[in-house]
């Protein structure tokens, strides 16, 4: 194993902002709950949390975080907390005609009472950025976090796995998702391959059959227009289903029962825990445990979960070391799409 990697981060950082109350009482001006505040927190979301979580897992990890910030109180927020978390924000572009990304919650007690958003109005392309890093800096692995917010596009993506020197994952959304066929690695849940199957197919009208496919044959269907050397999709609390392009081979690791708090960032834990397990030199196939437990421990906190790669380590050796939780299928017979 590696002694020590260094990973980037590209993509939309987002500012999770949590305002927390207690809520007993109706307004008589709407028919809404009051909620009477104690707190407000400020945290890392987005790509910035996939940052973020790498130095929880490992605090010796060199980060670098590249995307946009609006010149703003809550840019200047994002660029000061990764100081604070020795993340390097060299690659962080701020827009003095825009405005950070923030989705502000209000919550009482473990349940969220709405979410009021305000996003970028302008789409900001880093092409010039990447072939820089990519040039200079010698990376064990970037890891793409897109949220559809305009920091990456075709361009920059084709820009990216040209000039990248180490392997690729990716967490996608829909408007960039095929873009992506030809990287180490892709992380779609089952919403959005399936979402990302109807828009390809142009299918106007979501067939449920379809969305209650098997992952395996959501994953046989998606290889038909889309090449990487791992395709993982991630199901919830139900687990996973992994295809490895060398043996053609789909296999399964089940879901970890967990303490339902927040799904809040479980996805940015799987993509930055697989991200640094790959890096510091562990099998695919082992990575993915570890990716797993991780997420299943991130839900079981409030907002944005941490874990530590350590303490994964040791809960494999104490209760997960059973190599009956996966299995291979080597070939899949009357697959259904």
Known sequence: MKDSVHIL???DIIV???????????????????????NEELKLGGAGNVALNLKHLDSSCKVSLMGVVGDDYHGQWVVDELENY???????????????????????????????????????????????????????MIIVSDYDYGVLNKDSIESLKQSAKCPIIVDPKLKNFWDYSGVYCIKPNRREITEALYYKLRKRTVDHNDIDSSLDS???????????QYIVVT????????????????????????????????????????????AKGYSFEKSL?????????????????????????????????????????????????
């Open 9 to 11: 981060v590209i993509g």
């Open 16 to 38: 999770d902002r949590y305002i927390t109350g207690t809520s007993t009482r109706m307004s008589f001006e709407a028919p809404i709950p009051i909620l009477d505040y104690k």
């Open 86 to 140: 020795d993340i390097d924000n060299y690659f962080i572009h701020v827009d003095d005609s825009d405005i950070t990304n923030c989705k502000t919650r209000y919550i009482t007690g473990t349940s969220q009472m709405m979410r009021l958003d305000k996003s970028p109005q302008k789409t900001y392309h880093n092409l010039e950025s990447i072939v820089l890093a990519c040039d200079n800096i010698k990376f064990d």
């Open 218 to 228: 959501l994953i046989y269907e998606m290889n038909k227009y889309h090449k990487s």
């Open 235 to 278: 199901d919830g609390d139900r687990g996973m289903c992994w295809y490895d392009s060398e043996d053609s081979s789909y296999s399964y690791l089940k879901g970890i029962p967990a303490k339902l708090v927040d799904v809040t960032g479980a996805g940015d834990t799987v993509i930055s825990t697989l991200g640094y397990s790959l």
């Open 289 to 337: 445990k570890y990716s797993n437990i991780a997420a299943s421990r991130s839900v079981e906190q409030l907002g944005c979960g941490y874990v530590d790669f350590s303490g994964i380590l040791s809960e494999i050796k104490g209760t997960y070391s059973k190599e009956g939780e996966l299995w291979h299928q080597q070939e899949l017979e009357n697959i259904r799409v």
